[in-house]
């Protein structure tokens, strides 16, 4: 991959599908663990794997490319009994999107050790010895190249540019989980609500008038109790369009913790370079070494930008999916408010 590719969601989704699902019995006899099988599209394959063995894959990722943007791992917690239900899908869900983003990494897709991960019954992985630039070898720079300060440049132009796109896709993400809450607890709301229309539609009743009235409330009790059982479609977090925002988040997190890691190390091997010899063999390979920083984080940029903008693009998908549940919850409120109008008009006759 060069920093001239244009790296698009389909040539990323093509690469492969990760898929991540608990395996049913939980081990240990107190301190519970759980296990997950992993499925890889590409490989054909299905292996059974500990969330310690994600960490030691991300370790080894960590240290062979220290200037590509690998995410953090779900956090770990050690409970008796071993987790909520909640807890473990959420955390199988990250494990999940954070296996997805390594297996279709341009460059991370084609590790050996990935490749080990994902088909062998044992993980076992060796720390690194060199990392990436390393093994890459060394170049001679061309005069075709850009400068070092136009990538500078570039890099801080990107930087900028992707914290501003993770900062509004992060209050997006925010304000469709505060509107699905908000759909639910009205869903438990009218499931209560038909309950309470129940009990008063079992109420005696002899005079007339209070036969209509209770025929009218348990009518509308039906309604209610329909709808609060029913299921109304909700924002698709696992494989549809709130997939793709969650990845892009992921992606769009690392890469701002690349940049940070990268100006850090960036000032300090621009001093060591500067108080080096000229042309001594150390500062040649401080520039280079700078060079090919710049280079990969440019590259990374451009994955994140192409998991934001199909982010970006499938945003009307959940507009119309929150659109459509509070829709028939305005038209229940509707209906109910038709069923105990009508009584009473008829009523007051």
């Not at 001239?4 to 081990?27: G, H, M, N």
């Not at 080894?60 to 220290?66: L, M």
């Amino acid at each position: 991959m060069t920093n001239l590719d244009i790296i698009t969601f389909e040539d990323l989704e093509a690469t492969d599908v990760i898929s991540v699902e608990l395996v049913p019995e939980r081990k240990g006899l107190i301190l519970k663990h759980c296990e997950y099988y992993v499925s890889s599209r590409r490989h054909g394959t299905t292996v059974t794997r500990r969330y310690n063995e994600f960490v030691q894959l991300c370790d080894v990722f960590c240290a062979k490319y220290p200037y590509r943007a690998v995410c953090r791992l779900p956090p770990k917690r050690v409970v008796v009994g071993g987790g909520s239900p909640v807890f473990l899908q959420r955390r199988r869900a990250a494990l999940q999107r954070w296996l997805t983003l390594v297996a279709r990494h341009p460059v991370l897709a084609h590790d050996a050790d990935l490749r080990t991960f994902l088909c062998e019954s044992s993980s076992r992985l060796d720390k690194p010895k060199h990392d990436e630039f390393v093994l890459a070898g060394t170049q001679d720079e061309s005069p075709a190249q850009i400068s070092i300060d136009e990538m500078q440049a570039a890099f801080v132009s990107e930087q900028e540019q992707l914290r501003l796109v993770q900062l509004g896709l992060n209050r997006l993400y925010k304000i469709f989980e505060r509107v699905g809450g908000r759909c639910e607890a009205e869903r438990a709301d009218i499931r209560e609500l038909g309950a309470a229309l129940s009990a008063l539609a079992t109420a005696p009743a002899e005079p007339p008038a209070w036969l209509a009235v209770r025929h009218a409330i348990k009518t509308a009790a039906d309604l209610a109790t329909t709808m609060g059982e029913s299921s109304i479609e909700e924002v698709d977090y696992e494989y549809g369009a709130g997939a793709k925002i969650l990845l892009a988040l992921d992606a769009l997190g690392a890469y701002r913790e690349l940049c940070g890691r990268l100006t850090r190390g960036l000032h300090g091997e621009r001093a060591a370079a500067a108080a080096a010899q000229a042309h001594s063999a150390a500062a040649t390979l401080l520039r280079k070494r700078h060079r090919f920083a710049l280079t990969c984080c440019l590259e990374e940029s451009r994955v994140a930008r192409a998991y934001a903008l199909a982010a970006l693009e499938c945003l009307q998908e959940p507009l119309r999916t929150h659109g459509v549940a509070h829709s028939r919850i305005a038209t229940l409120w509707a209906d109910l408010h038709s069923a105990l109008t009508y009584t009473h008009t008829n009523k007051t006759k």
